[in-house]
């Protein structure tokens, strides 16, 4: 491809609302153009590096006898119903009518439509297992879209279903997909790492994250130094940790024992809880209490949590104790009158409701808590002695970098940022149940199938590609997604051995398998050239100049090591085989 035929245009500046790195530099290269809010036009380069994504994909799905379909982006309201998602899925579904005002929505996944095919093709478990995939336009109207292709509304995602006959072949097929996850992105050529992540509270699920590893990411992954436990930071289980003072003498709850008026924040008042023997409190000697409002069904319960002041809370952690299908904090107004008091001395002795208490204060006493008082917190607290229901004492505290691993008990977490590029979901019969996807087993009775759900963002892969390679002038393109791979600058566009030597090199390096780029605009500085080139980022670049003639040689340069090799025109392909090789 010519560089003057191609539709592109680069800009020394991104857009202010730019505000990562892959969207500035995709929208400075012009790969990608914003129409609306979370919705861009895909231009030449970036659709190259898109369609070579999807190519991996296809070829390592195919490999694992997973076939392709296409399924329609508009879904009718009636399929939704089936499932119950009309109702529940949040402000994120596009609802739209059609001309007889009918309703209709933007699929932002396709499992209802799977699942009613697969219902009208599936009789036997003779056709069974079944694992069907696409790659196709979502439309999610997501509340903040934002960097670009990572999180827009309309996106590329290959989404995969499988349908089995028990749930150990839902298994095997699992693994099967995130082995065949793992071969995808290493041939992208990236850094990243599959996380356990949470499944919710749907029963017999399980799920793994394919997260990119970048510093812009915006999810946080713990993982052991020693073992192979990473995990999604929401999921990680903590540790319980041993109550660093059980020396001291255990005390009888003191009630309303500290006095600290007026100050609310809770560090303040650690150091304000003064009596005979001690002048304030560290923070691991106090604890700290959350209201929260369970929603099951159409049923809404206050619940208590208390850790230790030093930790913080996780609610997916306790949502999923207490099987509810949300979790949130109680109103403050509502918790200041439940507990008779204002934020900041609420506590949980006096309470008549379930108190959950997270494992690291198992073995602890003489404890701190609110008094539900104004002004004043008890000392001497000591959980299961002293609250009215007590629920019990579980990992309800989010996870930290340098909490030593559940798993191994030897290595310590380590904190990282990760893009989520994929997810592989163990389904169980959710969907099958609901829209009767059924089959008659050996013995002739009806079952519903076992399914499994398998996501690549597309679109979104590609950003996250360019997040982790980049540097300062521009993209760092891997081999096997660089929208082209070599790209040749003519830097004596009047000079007809140059051009002659260039179209000779484009010929040849196409020939041998090559996808070459070739700047042959007239009239540029080679400044602006090879600027352009950098922000561009295909991994090998090759100039031709007269200077480098003279002497019989051009330079061919490797965009990620720098490297520079001087080679005989007539050496190019050879030199250029020998460096994809070394892994350009
Ligand atoms: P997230 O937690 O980031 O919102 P998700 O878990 O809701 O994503 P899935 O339903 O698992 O997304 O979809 C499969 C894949 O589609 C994700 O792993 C991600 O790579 C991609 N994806 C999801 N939402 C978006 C979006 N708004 N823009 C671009 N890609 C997306
Ligand atoms: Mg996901």
Redesign the pocket.
């Known amino acids: 491809m010519r560089l003057s035929k191609l539709l592109f245009q680069t800009y020394r500046e991104a857009p202010r609302e730019a505000d990562v790195v892959s969207q500035q530099l995709m929208m400075r290269t012009s790969m990608v153009q914003k129409v609306a809010a ?1 919705i861009y036009s895909y231009l030449p380069l970036a659709l190259r590096a898109i369609r070579k994504f999807e190519t991996i994909v296809r070829e390592e799905l195919e490999r694992d006898g997973c076939q392709e379909l296409l399924m329609p982006t508009v879904q009718p309201r009636e399929l939704w119903e089936e499932s119950g998602r009309w109702q529940f899925y949040g402000k994120e579904l596009l609802r739209l009518k059609d001309r007889k005002d009918a309703d209709f929505c933007l699929g ?2 396709h499992e209802e439509v799977v699942t009613d095919i697969v219902r009208k093709t599936v009789r036997s478990y003779k056709q069974l297992p079944v694992n069907v995939f696409q790659i196709q336009t ?1 439309f ?1 109207d ?1 509340i903040r ?1 934002r960097f670009g ?11 995969g279903y499988s349908f089995h006959v028990d749930d150990a072949d839902a298994d095997r097929e699992y693994w099967r997909m995130y082995d065949a996850y793992k071969r995808i992105f290493k041939r992208v050529g990236v850094q990243f790492r599959p996380v356990e ?1 949470d499944s919710g509270a749907i029963g017999g699920s399980f799920t793994h ?2 997260h990119v590893l970048a510093q812009s990411g ?2 946080a992954i713990l993982a052991c130094s020693s073992c192979e436990y990473p995990s999604n930071a929401e999921k990680a289980e903590a540790p319980a940790l041993a109550f660093p003072y059980s020396s001291e003498p255990v005390r009888e709850l003191l009630r309303s024992h500290f006095h600290t008026p007026g100050i609310t924040g809770m560090e303040e008042q650690a150091r304000g809880f003064k009596d005979a023997e001690r002048d304030g409190l560290p923070l691991d000697h106090a604890s700290k209490f959350y209201l929260y409002q369970a929603t099951k069904g159409a049923d809404v319960s206050p619940v208590g949590l208390v850790i230790r002041s030093d930790h913080e809370p996780n609610l997916v952690k306790l949502r999923n104790r207490l099987g509810a299908d949300a979790l949130e904090l109680m109103p403050l107004a509502e918790a200041e009158r439940m507990a008779g008091t204002r934020s900041g001395f609420i506590g949980p002795v006096e309470l008549d409701i379930p108190i959950y208490v997270d494992r690291s204060l198992e073995g602890a006493f003489n404890l701190t808590c609110g008094a539900n008082a104004d002004g004043y917190h008890h000392f001497g607290f000591k959980p299961h002695r002293d609250l009215r229901r007590f629920a019990g004492f579980f990992d309800l505290r989010q996870a930290v970098a340098g909490d030593s691993c559940t798993r191994c008990g030897k290595g310590n977490y380590a904190a990282f940022r990760g ?5 592989v ?1 163990k389904l169980g019969t959710k969907y099958s149940t609901a829209m009767r996807c059924t089959f008659l087993d050996e013995s002739g009775a009806e079952r519903p199938m076992l399914m499994g759900c398998y ?7 590609i ?2 590609v360019i997040e982790q390679n980049h540097d300062d002038d521009g993209i760092v393109w891997p081999w096997a997604v660089a929208p082209y791979q070599v790209h040749i600058l003519n830097l004596g566009a009047a000079d007809a051995a140059v051009v002659a030597v260039c179209d000779g090199l484009e010929r040849d390096l196409e020939a041998a398998g090559f996808e070459v780029l070739y700047d042959d605009r007239d009239g540029l500085s080679p400044g602006v050239k090879f600027k352009d080139a950098d922000l561009l980022g295909m991994p090998l670049r090759l100039v031709v100049g007269t200077k480098g003639l003279k002497e019989g040689l051009v330079e061919l340069r490797d965009r990620r090591t720098k490297e520079v090799l001087k080679v005989s025109p007539g050496d190019v392909v050879k030199a250029a085989e020998n460096l994809t090789r070394t892994g350009a």
Do not use: H
């Open positions: 979370g932002p996944t979502k999610r997501e879209p292709l990572m999180r827009g509304r309309e996106f590329v995602m290959k989404d992540a994250e394919f915006e999810d893009i989520e590029v994929g997810q979901f996501g690549i963002g597309i679109t979104r892969t950003a996250a």
